[in-house]
């Protein structure tokens, strides 16, 4: 091996050893400061938005960084025995460019496909976590029927096609009141084919008008991103105004057919505990009309 060549393969292994730290660090120096950045955010609503636009985003740069350190380290298989730049060195190059590849293309699968259903579940939990009012007293956060008073005639229309889904917080002490904006599905809907949640809204259609020409019936079609299998449902356009939901009284959702199982738990205010289990919406409905819990005690 001549000089020149020795000198090459010293300064190329060189570099590969110090690259391949050097990304191995940025990769988990990334995923710090992401944690560091989601911590420092206090506000929940806050929180939420920069989780559901940054995460897998930041994710996939954790991952590319990975990857490339993966693949300067595969260059520095065989070093020692490498003493020209022959097929061995060619070959080693092609794999490490292949390695890399692999791992984007894997980590880039997983967090578009599977990821997005665990990033739901951390979203809505979220979502839902009690709010605190400026007084610091814990807010409550209203039903369907109850938040409609809070609300204009153009937030009620986007929830009526469900493009928009708002929440309603309010401290009831104080009434002051949180109206907190979500698109209308966290993440997309949970595709019943492959059942992952990755069926988006594909295009809109409105097929019924009202005399006055406003939109009555509406026809979505979804489509999956990972399977392609497609979807339409159609949605009514309420009409309502605010006045009409002032003494809206809540209602029971008959059709329930996803529903496997109703458990109710019921606490009396001496600390005794009664558990019930019921197949259907209905058996529990009717159980709670007649129930007394002084009778089953």
């Known amino acids: 091996m001549d000089s020149s060549t020795k000198a090459f393969l010293e300064i190329w ?56 350190s993966a693949a300067l380290a595969i260059n520095l298989y065989g070093k020692d025995e490498l003493t020209s730049i022959s097929v061995a060195f060619w070959v080693r190059l092609f794999f490490s460019i292949a390695g ?16 997005p259903t665990r990033l739901n579940y951390k979203l809505r939990r979220l979502r839902y976590a009690p709010r605190i009012s400026s007084t610091g007293n814990r807010m409550k956060l209203l039903s369907e029927e109850e938040e409609d008073v809070h ?18 917080w309010i401290d009831e002490k104080t009434k002051e009141v949180k109206i907190e904006k979500y698109q209308g599905h966290l993440i997309a809907l949970q595709c019943h084919n492959c059942g992952f949640y990755t069926m988006r809204v594909n295009r809109e259609e409105i097929i019924e008008r009202n005399e006055d020409g406003s939109p009555r019936e509406l026809i979505k079609h979804y489509q999956c991103t990972y399977c392609k299998n497609v979807r339409a449902t159609q949605f009514s356009i309420s009409r ?24 109710i738990d019921i606490h009396s205010n001496l600390g005794s505990k009664k558990s019930f289990e019921f197949h259907t919406v209905e058996e529990a409905q009717k159980f709670l009309n007649e129930f007394d819990f002084d009778k089953v005690a």
Do not use: C
Not at 35 to 56: C, G, P, Y
Not at 102 to 111: D, F, H, T
Not at 240 to 251: I, L, M, S, W
């Open 13 to 68: 292994h060189d570099i590969m050893l110090v690259g391949s730290i050097l990304f191995a660090a940025l990769s988990v120096i990334t995923y710090l400061l992401y944690q560091l950045r989601v911590a420092s955010i206090t506000d929940l609503k806050s929180k939420h938005d920069f989780i559901n636009n940054s995460e897998i985003r930041w994710l996939k740069w954790v991952f590319h960084f990975l990857g490339a």
């Open 100 to 115: 890399a590849t692999l791992i984007g293309y894997i980590a880039s699968l997983v967090l578009d496909y599977y990821y």
């Open 151 to 168: 609300m204009d005639e153009g937030m009620m229309a986007e929830e009526n096609i469900f493009s928009i889904d708002y929440d309603v």
């Open 240 to 263: 309502k105004e605010v006045e009409d939901y002032k003494h809206t009284k809540p209602r029971i959702v008959r059709n329930a057919k996803s529903v496997e199982l109703i458990k």
